[in-house]
């Protein structure tokens, strides 16, 4: 493209010759009147200098021009490139203005129209990926579809719940993505409705189980048009084990609660029908229920000791605790469970083990530890306690030879009255809390607690505990 400028010289060139020679067509018809008598070759002289007058008028003419349209036109040539470079999304681009024939009202404009197209492309940019950094940072999958069905928008979370890799599901409808179908239904629902839509969805993941809660909602824009709709998946697996493990409470705590309860009513029921005038039958009856009773008041002492452990304000007496003692005070309290067994303890403990805890708590701890060993293992069978250093850790291992527990029932069994043999459990009179009442102390000591199990072989349980306690 010409500049502006040198268009604008050719036009005054070619104007000004038109007008110079009209000019010396003009004054040439004026010399017959001052001279009608002159000679040709005079006439031919003041033709030569009329032209030649002509001719350097026209330069010098020109040249002016010129300097005219390199004041003037330049100027607007430049701004006109700027503001083209702008219309092609340069907003960095700024006219001259440090040299007076720039410095003029358009390039002032030019250059603030510039600098607030840079400042909202800026702020769109921030918006963006602000946009950008909270849909990634949701802890819910998130899947938007356009008017037309396809999708448009998904975030990290869901990609990975579903195993899609980046933008793989993007431009594909919800029929093609390989979706589950109750999300697939609850999608068409809200294509077909308009409405919003809530699901609570199980899904299978190879045998493995996980629940979400799907919204589906649709997006109008600001003047009721239809844009698409947004999908939002929020993984509440954790909160369904939960509200599970509350069920099982509830209905566990009551039927502990009721088998010594009826043993107990009906037992009195039946002395005070006339059992109790015979005394060999009373003295059985009474006994079972001063069994019954105690088991109740056993039940129920735990059940407020892990109430009160649960509480925010639980506190440990930290002290400095010799394991090897602790071990001995332990298996004095379960020796005659041990006697009555014939079982044998192979204690495996290096002098001097020092760690800092709560002695008493750490006591109860070992002796449910040892009590659901001797209660699950057969008779004249041994239980293997050891205790090592490491890092900065104690290490204590309760190895049993007992009848073992499958592999599905170890993740459950620090659950309260979580049981895997009822029957045995409640013969050898455990109330189903002690291994719950371990996780909670262990925890409290800020150690960790894990299970190893295999059927027919026996139980480990390995708890590690910190050598010292931070603050």
Request: proline share 2%.
């Amino acid at each position: 493209m010409k500049d502006l400028y040198s268009r604008l010289t050719i036009a005054c060139a070619i104007l000004l010759s038109v007008l110079l020679t009209g000019l010396g067509i003009v004054l040439g018809q004026f010399f017959p009147l001052f001279a009608r008598d002159i000679s040709l070759d005079l006439q031919h002289q003041y033709w030569v200098y009329l032209i030649i007058t002509l001719i350097i008028a026209f330069i010098i003419s020109l040249l002016i021009a010129m300097r005219m349209m390199v004041q003037y036109a330049r100027p607007v040539d430049e701004v006109t490139k700027v503001a083209v470079q702008i219309a092609q999304g340069d907003y960095l681009v700024r006219t001259k203005t440090d040299e007076p024939e720039y410095n003029n009202e358009l390039a002032i404009s030019i250059n603030k129209i510039a600098s607030n197209l840079q400042e909202m492309s800026t702020l769109r940019m921030m918006e963006k990926e602000r946009l950008k950094t909270l849909i990634e940072s949701m802890g819910s999958g998130l899947l938007m579809f356009g008017r037309e069905g396809s999708v448009n928008l998904v975030n990290g979370v869901f990609e990975k719940t579903f195993g899609f890799s980046k933008e793989e599901p993007i431009g594909k409808t919800f029929k093609t993505i390989g979706l589950p179908i109750e999300i697939e239904d609850l999608i068409e629902d809200v294509f077909m409705t308009e409405q919003v839509r809530e699901k609570q969805v199980r899904i299978d993941s190879g045998g493995i189980y996980s629940y979400m809660g799907v919204y589906g909602a649709p997006v109008i824009g600001h003047h009721g048009n239809w844009l698409g709709i947004v999908v939002v998946m929020h993984d509440i697996t954790k909160l369904v084990r939960l509200e599970e493990i509350r069920k099982d409470f509830v209905a566990n705590v009551s039927h502990e609660l009721r088998t010594p309860i009826t043993s107990i009513k009906g037992f009195t029921e039946t002395l005070l029908d006339g059992a109790m005038n015979e005394p060999v039958i009373m003295k059985e009856f009474l006994e079972i229920i001063q069994k019954e009773s105690n088991r109740l008041h056993l039940l129920i002492d735990d059940l407020l000791e892990l109430s009160a452990m649960e509480r925010e304000n639980f506190s440990l007496q930290f002290g400095h605790v010799e394991l090897l003692e602790l071990m001995n005070d332990a298996l004095e309290i379960v020796s005659g469970s041990l006697e009555r067994k014939k079982m044998a303890i192979n204690l495996d403990i290096a002098d001097e083990i020092v760690i800092e805890g709560d002695a008493s708590r750490l006591i109860q701890v070992m002796v449910n530890l040892l009590s659901n060993a001797i209660n699950y293992s057969k008779e004249q069978t041994t239980i293997t306690v050891s205790v090592k250093i490491m890092a900065k850790n104690a290490i204590i291992q309760v190895q049993d030879e007992g009848i073992g527990i499958e592999q599905v029932e170890l993740a459950r069994l620090f659950e309260r009255f979580y049981r895997v043999d009822r029957a045995r459990s409640r013969d050898s009179g455990g109330t189903g809390l002690g291994l719950a009442i371990v996780k909670h102390l262990v925890e409290a000591h800020s150690g960790t607690v894990e299970v190893e199990s295999t059927i027919g072989v026996g139980t480990l349980i390995r708890i590690c505990l910190p050598l010292r306690q931070a603050n």
